[in-house]
């Protein structure tokens, strides 16, 4: 069966320093692969998606940043935290044609910036 | 660009009632729409999956419709129970599984 896990489940960071959030994917091949964020009073919103190794698609403009180095891992990065990254962020996982299959969520990283 | 709109934001009932929670959304040229389930610091657990040829989708207590020519989802959960209690999020698909969610309704089914 597919599992989804992402690590540290939490994290508090200060201003300023880099940031590295690990999301790997088991029991599947070439999935596609998302980063959401779920600030507090907020939405979930989309911040970069994958539908292959090295192929990130930016969402928003941000200071984060994502890679692919392997199929089934995913890594959220920051070089220089600011506040307003504070949030949940959710990676999720998906196979198959397009709109055909259920998303699936890890449980989250919560990251508090200071 | 998709807004998705989830009426009401917050719902607190007791327990056995049965309830309807609502998302709409402006586009409705969409693949599929997605329920979700948070309980508080955790992930989204997948309910229910609609897809857009479909008028609804039945798991257990839950019931899903779609009217897509109005833009508009219902989460109906039969038989309340306090683990029931939790955010629900609708989200609508338009290109390939990047979905927009709406803000949420957050219930409580109180015993």
């Known amino acids: 069966s597919q599992t989804i896990h992402q690590w540290p489940a939490t994290l508090v960071q200060p201003v300023g320093s880099p940031l590295s959030l690990e999301c790997t994917v088991e029991?599947?091949?070439?999935?596609?692969l998302y980063w959401y964020r779920q600030a507090a009073g907020r939405g979930l919103q989309l911040l970069f998606y994958s539908v292959g190794i090295g192929q990130i698609s930016s969402e928003v403009p941000q200071n984060l940043s994502a890679s692919r180095p392997q199929d089934r891992q995913f890594i959220l990065s920051s070089k220089k935290l600011l506040l307003s990254d504070s949030g949940f962020y959710l990676c999720?996982?998906?196979?198959?044609?397009?709109?055909?299959?259920?998303?699936?969520f890890g449980a989250g990283s919560r990251l508090t910036v200071l | 660009k998709q807004e998705v709109t989830q009426i009401p934001a917050a719902l607190s009932v007791p327990e056995g009632e049965n309830l309807v929670l609502n998302c709409s959304f402006t586009d409705s040229a969409i693949y599929n729409l997605q329920w979700f389930r948070q309980d508080p610091g955790k992930g989204l657990t997948s309910l229910l999956l609609i897809q857009s040829s479909q008028r609804e989708q039945t798991s257990g207590r839950l019931n899903a419709s779609l009217d897509k020519s109005s833009g508009r989802s219902t989460l109906y959960i039969a038989a309340s129970q306090p683990g029931d209690s939790a955010t629900y999020l609708c989200?609508?698909?338009?290109?390939?599984?990047?979905?927009?969610f709406g803000g949420g309704t957050r219930l409580m089914v109180k015993p």
């Open positions: 029991g599947t091949s070439n999935p596609n």
């Open positions: 989200a609508v698909d338009n290109a390939g599984n990047m979905l927009t």
């Open positions: 999720a996982w998906s196979v198959g044609a397009a709109g055909a299959n259920v998303l699936t």
